[in-house]
């Protein structure tokens, strides 16, 4: 598939057929992720790889746990927006496979890791694309970060929480969401 049509194509899916997915295909999506483009080539992700159904459930249910009703409170009033975290855990114990993608701790590369990261998850969701598979870029889990590396056996002290990649099979075929025109958001100097 050609990169264009794999960037037309891609879209956000919340829902996944109950079809599990050979750990090879998986290894073949960490892997262009793992070839991402990085800061210094620092390659700051890490990935945890969650087939595990009960685990994933674990892992949703943690997200409702922590996200409380003060979280809801800054999301509306502050950021005008209104809070997806439920809805988005639902979606998460409904899905195969679970990436957490996580990275250590490091105040001065704060922002450049999570360009990087930015780069290596959207490699993912585009070779996923590519084997006919869904993705769901998740950041919702940022409500419960700690707990949920916790879970997973890692160090909250040493690693962040970058983010949380489903993967699946697609029971929906979703429409492209808007985007902003280019007149909008470009500008040039001739
Ligand atoms: C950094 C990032 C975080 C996101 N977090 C969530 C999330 O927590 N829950 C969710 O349902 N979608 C999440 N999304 C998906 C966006 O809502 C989606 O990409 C956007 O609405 C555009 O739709 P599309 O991906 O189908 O083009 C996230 C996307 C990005 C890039």
Redesign the pocket.
């Known amino acids: 598939m050609e990169t264009k049509v794999a960037i037309n194509k891609?879209?956000?899916i919340?829902k996944y057929k109950n079809i599990s997915i050979d750990e090879n295909v998986v290894l073949d999506i960490l892997n262009c992720g793992r070839l991402a483009p990085s800061a210094k080539n620092r390659q700051p992700w890490r990935f945890v790889a969650i087939l595990d159904k009960t685990f994933i459930h674990k892992i949703a249910d943690t997200i409702i746990k922590n996200f409380s009703e003060e979280d809801e409170l800054i999301s509306k009033q502050l950021l005008n927006a209104n809070p997806?975290?439920i809805?988005?855990a639902n979606?998460i114990k409904k899905a195969p496979i679970l990436i957490l993608i996580y990275k250590e701790i490091h105040s001065y590369w704060e922002i450049s890791d999570s360009l990087s990261i930015?780069a290596c998850?959207q490699n993912m969701c585009l070779r996923a694309c590519e084997l006919k598979l869904g993705t769901?870029?998740?950041?919702?889990?940022f409500y419960a970060n700690n707990e949920i590396l916790k879970l997973a056996g890692i160090d909250s002290d040493k690693f962040e929480l970058s983010?949380a990649l489903l993967i699946g099979v697609a029971d929906e075929e979703?429409s492209?969401?808007d985007r902003k025109p280019l007149s909008e958001i470009v500008k040039w100097i001739k």
Not at 136 to 141: E, G, V, Y
Request: no cysteine.
């Open positions: 891609r879209r956000s919340r997806s975290v809805s988005t979606i930015g998850i769901l870029w998740i950041r919702d889990t983010s979703p492209a969401r």
